[in-house]
């Protein structure tokens, strides 16, 4: 018998979120600032804003201020994915210079490219303005991306992995993002 409730963990403080259906476990990554001017990174303060739903279904754990290097990034990432052993994986990225949410298609290493098996055309239907992205940027975004498609590839798992980058977070666009947001968690959770 399912329990009621999941509690939700972000840097220590605990969120009790009630359920009724079967649950899936979400793990949620973001980064640290990497520029003088960046007062935060937008992927955190997605994250800060996600762990504030109160009607989401679902287990959902935060893996939050990752370092801005690939290697640190990606081998944090993937233990965390070993130690909780997620239905799903969202790694959150800031991009400064696009203006809405965007899901990326691929991460490539030289020449090897992987592709997320998700359908993102079907994930995204309905969304308010979100895109789908084929360029993860060529920088630890795009590294840790590839790190977490290539280990969910090569162990077999058959949980989903996806990035989203997302845009400076403002009045006036951060109702739709965070819409968009839980729209593709609660897709994500039903395939």
């Given at each position: ?9 972000l840097?220590g ?19 640290q ?5 960046q ?6 303060d ?6 504030k ?39 959150c ?21 992987l592709k997320t ?5 079907r ?5 308010i ?24 590839q090569k ?13 400076i ?11 968009d947001?839980?729209l ?8």
């Amino acid at each position: 018998m399912l329990p009621s409730s999941v509690s939700c963990r972000l840097n220590g403080l605990s969120k009790t979120h009630n359920f009724s259906s079967v649950m899936s476990h979400i793990l949620l990554t973001s980064f640290q600032t990497w520029l003088p001017h960046q007062q935060s990174n937008s992927s955190d303060d997605l994250l800060e804003e996600v762990a504030k739903l109160e009607s989401f279904p679902h287990s959902l754990t935060f893996l939050r201020h990752l370092p801005v290097d690939i290697a640190q990034a990606s081998q944090r990432a993937i233990a965390k994915i070993n130690e909780l052993q997620p239905d799903i994986i969202i790694c959150c990225g800031m991009a400064e210079s696009r203006r809405q949410l965007s899901v990326e298609s691929n991460a490539s290493l030289g020449d090897t490219v992987l592709k997320t098996p998700v359908d993102l055309e079907r994930l995204l239907d309905s969304s308010i303005d979100t895109t789908i992205s084929h360029n993860a940027g060529k920088f630890v975004c795009e590294g840790l991306y590839y790190s977490v498609l290539n280990y969910l590839q090569k162990n077999e798992l058959k949980k989903h992995g996806l990035f989203v980058h997302v845009p400076i977070l403002t009045r006036n666009n951060m109702a739709e993002v965070l819409t968009d947001v839980e729209l593709i968690m609660h897709r994500l959770t039903a395939l």
